[in-house]
C-alpha cells in the first residue's frame, strides 16, 4: 500500500525565504487543490497555516500564476475559502479555477469572502436563506496579508483568539468531512463543468512540443522556457508521479537518486491543458565548477511519439493486476510439479528405473523454464507499473561472478560455450544490493549465452568508471548468430534468432533483452547494444559507502 506523503514532506523543515518561498507556496496549493477528501483534516489545516505563514514572502504576482495554474482543478473547498479572502485578483482567480459542484458549493458558501459570494450569486447560485450567516473570517488572510480584519473580527477580545482559531479549524475540519462524504457517494457518470479560457489565458490554446528545464540539487523544477510556468515550475522529478499527480516513473526516479543522466524517462504534468498529459524528458546532472557539488539537472521535456504512447497504454492497471494474479496462480501448480519430479528423480521414496528418472528429470526441467518465464513476465510488469522494490546496499564484484559461475555452469555446458569474464581492477561494488544485480546479470548472460554457436568464447570485462557519481560498465562481447542483428530487432519481443531452440528464453531472447534494459533503467543505469558489444552500466558505489580512502584516477 502506498501513502501520500508529498504534503508533509513538502511542509517539513523551516520557512523558505525568497524564491524557494514563492516555490513551496505553489507546492502547498497544487497539493491542496486536488483530491481535497484524500487528505486528513489536520494535514489540509496545516497546509492553510503555511500558506498564511507564506503569505507576506510570495507576491502577489506569484500567488495569481500559481492559482491560474489550477485552472478547472481547485476542488478543495477550504482552500477556495483561503484564496478567495486574499486580494480581489487571486478571489476572481480562484473562482475562475473552481471545480465544485453544487452541493460543496453550498457548504463552503458562508465560508467564502462577500466577494466571492456575490459572484457566485450573481451567476444564478441559489442558497438555503440560513446559508447565509456570517462566519468568523480569518481563515484565510485578507489581501494584505493579515488574519483576521473580517467582520467578525471586530468581536474578537484579546482572550478570545484561540477559540476564533479553534471555530476555523473546527469549520474546515467540517467541510473536508462533507467533502469526502460526498466524493465517496458521488456518481460515476458525474461530469466536471466546461472551463472557458479567458483573455489572460488565450496563449494556453497553441500546442507545446518541447520543454527545457532547471532544477535545484532537491530535484525541485526552478526555471523553464515557455509558458506556461505556473504548471510546471515546483514539480519535482525526484519522487515518482503518485495517483494522478506530476512526476516521473521509477526509472526517472532512480536516476535522480544515483545522479546518472537519464534519457526518455516518463514524466506526467498536470496543470494547464497545454501541458496536462505524458512527455519523455531527458536531462544532465550538473555540478559546481568550483566544488564539484551537485546543484540538479537541466534537460528537456517532449511530447512523446505514436510508437511511444502506444507502448505506454498497452496494458492498464486492471489488466496488469489480472495478470500478476494468474501468474500467482500458476507458479502453485508448476512448483507442485517440480517437487514431485524431484522426488521421483532423486528416487526418494523408493527406487525407480532409468527411464522413469530421466522422465521426471526432463518434466522438472521444462517446468522450471516455464517458472523463469513466469517470474521474467512478473518483473517486467512490476518494473513497468513502479512496483519493483527500490535496491539499496552495495554487492561485490567477487561475489557476483561466482554466483553467476555457479548459476550458469548447466547452460553454458549444454550449450559448450566458454564464459570468460575478468575485471579491470580495482573495481568498485555496485551500489545495488545482491539480489537486484543478480537478476539483471542473470538475464543478459543467459541470453548471450543462448545466442552463441557451439564451441564459442564469450568474453566479458568490468571496469569502475570514477566520477562524481561513480558507474561500473560491463561489456560483453556480442554472440556469433546476433552478430550483424540491428538493435531495433534484437529488442523486437516477436522476434528470434535464427535457430534458436529449446534452450531458449520462455518469452524469446527480443523479451530477455528488453527486461535487462528496464532493470537497469530502474536501477538508475543503462543498456547499449554497440556493432560489436553489449554495455551494461549500473551505479558502483561511492567512497562514503566505501569508508576507504581512495587515489583511483579517471
Not at 501520500?4 to 514532506?9: F, G, I, V
Not at 549465452?449 to 564469450?458: K, P, Q, R, V
Request: glycine residues 8%.
Amino acid at each position: 500500500m502506498r501513502f501520500d506523503d508529498r504534503l508533509t514532506t513538502v511542509l517539513k523543515g523551516s520557512l523558505p525565504e525568497g524564491p524557494g518561498a514563492a516555490t513551496q507556496w505553489r507546492q502547498v496549493v497544487d497539493l491542496l487543490a486536488q483530491k481535497p477528501g484524500d487528505l486528513a483534516n489536520h494535514d489540509v489545516q496545516a497546509g492553510l497555516t503555511r500558506l498564511r505563514d507564506l503569505h507576506d514572502r510570495v507576491s502577489e504576482q506569484d500567488r495569481m500564476a500559481a492559482v491560474q495554474s489550477l485552472k478547472g482543478r481547485l476542488r478543495s473547498a477550504p482552500l477556495l475559502v483561503y484564496l478567495t479572502a486574499d486580494s480581489d485578483l487571486i478571489c476572481d482567480a480562484a473562482m475562475d479555477a473552481a471545480d465544485l459542484t453544487p452541493e460543496i458549493c453550498e457548504d463552503a458558501f458562508p465560508r467564502l469572502s462577500l466577494r466571492a459570494r456575490k459572484r457566485l450569486q450573481s451567476q444564478g447560485f441559489a442558497v438555503a436563506e440560513d446559508s447565509q450567516a456570517p462566519v468568523a473570517e480569518n481563515v484565510a488572510p485578507d489581501s494584505g496579508g493579515n488574519v483576521g480584519d473580517g467582520p467578525a473580527t471586530e468581536s474578537l477580545e484579546t482572550g478570545s483568539v484561540d477559540a476564533a482559531e479553534e471555530l476555523a479549524e473546527s469549520q474546515i475540519s467540517a467541510l473536508v468531512e462533507k467533502i469526502a462524504d460526498y466524493q465517496k457517494n458521488r456518481p460515476a457518470e458525474a461530469l466536471h463543468p466546461e472551463v472557458h479560457d479567458d483573455g489572460h489565458a488565450s496563449f494556453f490554446v497553441e500546442s507545446l512540443e518541447t520543454i527545457r528545464f532547471e532544477t535545484d540539487e532537491t530535484g525541485t523544477i526552478n526555471w523553464t522556457e515557455g509558458p506556461p510556468k505556473g504548471s510546471i515550475v515546483g514539480v519535482s522529478i525526484a519522487q515518482p508521479a503518485f495517483d494522478e499527480g506530476p512526476g516521473p516513473d521509477a526509472y526517472g526516479a532512480a536516476a535522480f537518486r544515483q545522479r546518472m543522466p537519464m534519457e526518455n524517462a516518463r514524466m506526467r504534468l498536470c496543470g494547464a491543458a497545454i501541458v496536462t498529459g505524458d512527455w519523455r524528458m531527458s536531462a544532465l546532472p550538473y555540478f559546481s565548477e568550483e566544488t564539484g557539488r551537485f546543484e540538479g539537472y537541466r534537460g528537456i521535456m517532449r511530447r512523446p511519439n505514436m510508437a511511444e504512447d502506444a507502448g505506454q497504454v498497452g496494458v492498464d492497471v486492471e489488466r496488469r493486476e489480472q495478470l500478476q494474479q494468474l501468474i500467482h496462480e500458476l507458479r502453485t501448480p508448476l512448483n507442485a510439479v517440480i517437487g514431485f519430479s524431484e522426488i521421483i528423480e532423486q528416487q526418494l521414496f523408493g527406487p525407480a528405473s532409468y527411464e522413469y528418472r530421466s522422465l521426471a528429470r526432463n518434466i522438472m526441467d521444462e517446468a522450471r523454464r516455464l517458472l523463469a518465464g513466469f517470474e521474467d513476465l512478473d518483473i517486467a510488469v512490476k518494473v513497468d507499473s513502479g512496483q519493483l522494490p527500490e535496491s539499496n546496499g552495495t554487492t561485490k564484484a567477487d561475489w557476483l561472478f561466482e554466483r553467476m559461475t555457479q548459476r550458469l555452469q548447466g547452460l553454458t555446458q549444454s550449450n559448450v560455450v566458454d564464459l570468460n569474464i575478468s575485471k579491470a581492477e580495482p573495481v568498485r561494488p555496485f551500489a545495488l544490493d545482491g539480489e537486484s544485480v543478480e537478476r539483471i546479470f542473470a538475464r543478459l548472460l543467459s541470453a548471450a549465452i543462448i545466442s552463441c554457436e557451439n564451441g564459442e568464447t564469450l568474453k566479458g570485462e568490468l571496469r569502475t568508471r570514477i566520477g562524481v557519481q561513480p558507474t561500473n560498465r560491463f561489456t560483453l562481447s556480442r554472440p556469433s548468430r546476433i552478430k550483424d542483428v540491428s538493435e531495433s530487432v534484437l529488442l523486437d519481443p516477436s522476434q528470434g534468432i535464427d535457430g534458436e531452440g529449446g534452450e531458449s528464453s520462455l518469452l524469446g531472447l527480443g523479451f530477455s533483452l528488453r527486461l535487462v534494459r528496464n532493470l537497469a533503467q530502474s536501477a538508475g543505469g543503462s543498456l547499449t547494444i554497440n556493432k560489436d558489444n553489449i554495455a551494461l552500466t549500473l551505479p558502483a558505489a561511492t567512497t562514503s559507502n566505501l569508508k576507504i580512502r581512495e587515489t583511483e584516477s579517471e
